[in-house]
């Protein structure tokens, strides 16, 4: 006879009407990190509109993404200032809607595709390089989503973005951004309510729909047909196309070139960014990293040159475990389940949380300690599956991850070959929380040239 669920998993106190909401907005990597410590596997936590249930057994965790995936979907808390943000895009559309996109931007991700598109990555990551000197001091963060939001534009768009254009995207990241970090106040005020920051966030969503409806107007009438024989493959040539044969509306376009624009950027950006803090940080890995850049290749990295660089694919693996940059995945049940022995009532919100798995000390040994090598095969084989997953998984796995994956290797191995780069703090650097996970204050870097 099955075991009756418990009714209600233990979590820590919270304050009247703001629950743990403030302790979370506060420092949400702390407090992740002291719930998976003091109450293990399935942790209780009041967010603010709903029940929130926090899931730090990988098991778990591959049973709401994979195993039982069709009795959760994207939250309806996301659907607000998010879904004006993305619409009806990839990363948040459900059902029918959702299958009927992937399956117009699932041959733009297919692997042959990519190793067409490795040169394209490689020459503006050359480009990007060519303007740092020796000495220079940059801000990485900033120079790598620069440089990754031209890839994605060029790669996935169809389109060479200006230096205003570029710009423009930039600016509008800060208000995004600070639109979605934790904030127990926001929870209570209406997206309607014309604040600083509500105005300040349909100002910078207006912009960034400007840059988006030039690109599809340029684009316009160059997407080839289906029939022909070598018609364009990148993303929005799909899209065009299948709104010529009556697929798509004006709308759901500019919902995917807005999540691939925004989504397709960031993290592999962020990516980046910490995996060049990491090697600062770590000279005996730096130094493993350059030789085996110095001994694979012979000027701009290819696609074949990749599959040699078996290190650096360990050591962004090793980055994304400790810092990644979607730090908690949300879904809500739509009917009532079992979760860790406890009942999970349709309609709350299910936290999935890398931060605080990915540093679990059940799960991994010395956690903290950066250490690519944890990444051989033989210590990772009695690891749990999802015990990292900073890609997501399942149905709903991020279409991009060996877009990313790919686009990462290349631009280490264009910056490894001829630079250093040294970390220009004398302090750690803090986190800053929103729909990613970003430095606070930026990435200063110094350029050595080797």
């Not at 992740?32 to 778990?60: F, H, I, K, N, S």
């Not at 710009?167 to 509008?172: A, H, L, P, S, Y």
């Not at 995917?256 to 990491?278: F, I, N, P, R």
């Amino acid at each position: 006879m099955p075991q009756k669920p418990r009714s209600r998993p233990p979590g820590p106190s919270g304050e009247p009407l703001f629950g743990n909401s403030r302790q979370y907005a506060k420092d949400p990597f702390g407090f992740l990190t002291a719930c998976e410590a003091a109450y293990g596997d399935v942790v209780r936590v009041d967010l603010g509109p709903m029940e929130t249930y926090v899931l730090t057994d990988p098991e778990e965790i591959e049973r709401v993404l994979v195993g039982d995936h069709e009795k959760f979907r994207k939250p309806e808390f996301q659907d607000d200032a998010l879904g004006r943000l993305l619409g009806d895009g990839l990363l948040l559309s459900e059902g029918e809607t959702w299958r009927n996109q992937r399956d117009i931007a699932n041959p733009s991700f297919d692997m042959s595709r990519l190793a067409g598109i490795a040169e394209t990555m490689s020459r503006h990551a050359t480009e990007a390089v060519d303007e740092w000197d020796d000495g220079k001091r940059i801000d990485l963060e900033i120079e790598m989503a620069r440089l990754t939001v031209r890839i994605i534009a060029d790669a996935m768009l169809g389109v060479d973005l200006s230096e205003e254009r570029v710009r423009t995207i930039q600016e509008t990241l800060e208000p995004l951004g600070a639109r979605f970090e934790p904030d127990p106040i926001r929870f209570i005020t209406p997206d309607w309510l014309p604040t600083r920051g509500n105005r300040a966030y349909e100002d910078a969503v207006a912009r960034l729909e400007g840059v988006v409806a030039d690109i599809v107007a340029e684009r316009r009438g160059t997407e080839g047909h289906a029939d022909d024989d070598d018609p364009p493959m990148d993303l929005l040539s799909a899209l065009l196309r299948a709104q010529n044969r009556g697929d798509q509306t004006d709308e759901q376009i500019r919902d995917e070139v807005m999540t691939m624009l925004l989504a397709g950027h960031d993290t592999t950006a962020l990516t980046l960014t910490y995996a060049s803090y990491l090697l600062s940080e770590h000279p005996a890995v730096e130094r493993r990293v350059h030789e085996e850049l110095d001994a694979a290749l012979d000027g701009p990295p290819t696609f074949a040159d990749t599959r040699e660089l078996t290190y650096l694919d360990r050591v962004l693996q090793e980055t994304m475990r400790l810092y990644p940059p979607v730090y908690v995945i949300f879904r809500e049940p739509t009917v009532d389940v079992k979760l860790g022995g406890y009942r999970v009532p349709a309609g709350s919100a299910v936290m999935c949380p890398q931060w605080a798995v990915h540093r679990s000390p059940r799960w991994w040994t010395d956690p903290e300690a950066f250490d690519p090598d944890r990444w051989e095969r033989d210590r990772a084989a009695d690891r749990p599956r999802f015990a990292h997953f900073p890609f997501g998984g399942g149905p709903r796995a991020c279409i991009g991850r060996q877009f990313s994956l790919l686009e990462a290797k290349l631009i280490l191995g264009v910056v490894g070959q001829e630079f250093r780069l040294r970390y220009d703090r004398d302090r750690p650097f803090d986190l800053r929380g929103s729909l990613t996970m970003h430095p606070e204050n930026g990435m200063p870097m110094r350029v050595e040239r080797r």
